[in-house]
């Protein structure tokens, strides 16, 4: 097991499928794409909030309509 303090780091982002070299075609390797969802959960009050939790929030949702 290795140990490593990251102080810095970068990440590449992109949509859509693969884009393999033409030579890495025949690895027998899975390639694809798991889509991933960010789904908004039951809402949590800070313990110093005083408020009721508002109505217009209530059916707060993120993401495709359905």
Known sequence: MLKILIEEFS??????PPIDD????PFPTWAGVIPLEMKAGAPIADEHCQREFPEYLRNYARGKKR
């Open 22 to 25: 033409e030579e890495d075609l």
């Open 11 to 16: 990440a590449k982002v992109r949509v859509g």
